[in-house]
């Protein structure tokens, strides 16, 4: 069983940066792309990046890119997310996924999920 949980989330002022951590247990995710997703009070959940097995592949939601990065680290089967030039928009609590596929994350399909991380981002 997959357990994953993330890390780094916390209270920011606009303009400022954070490092989110999601470290995968369980088995290793060598073969799964995993990536981020976001969901703000009163809105759907939303795509933010991911990244596949290899980390040749990254695919950012319109709304980060250019602000945020994603990486991972096989090692220590953990991915991450920079974020800088944050917004108050960017307030939303950020889930941590892993797909099946070793290419992209898509919310549909992932069967693994972190509780997820506060990032509030204060005007």
């Known amino acids: 069983q997959v357990q994953l949980t993330e890390s780094g989330g916390g209270l920011v002022q606009d303009g400022g940066s954070l490092r989110l951590s999601c470290a995968a247990s369980?088995?290793?995710?060598?073969?799964?792309?995993m990536g981020w997703f976001r969901q703000a009070p009163g809105k759907e959940r939303e795509f933010v990046a991911s990244?596949?097995?290899?980390?040749?592949?990254?695919y950012y939601g319109d709304l980060v890119k250019g602000r945020f990065t994603i990486s991972r680290d096989n090692a220590k089967n953990t991915a991450y997310l920079e974020m800088t030039m944050l917004k108050p928009e960017d307030t939303a609590v950020y889930y941590c996924?892993?797909?099946?596929?070793?290419?992209?994350?898509?919310?549909?399909?992932?069967?693994?999920w972190g509780q997820g991380t506060q990032v509030t981002v204060s005007s």
């Open positions: 996924a892993a797909d099946t596929s070793g290419s992209m994350v898509q919310a549909r399909t992932a069967p693994y």
């Open positions: 369980g088995r290793s995710l060598l073969h799964n792309a």
């Open positions: 990244i596949s097995s290899g980390s040749r592949r990254k």
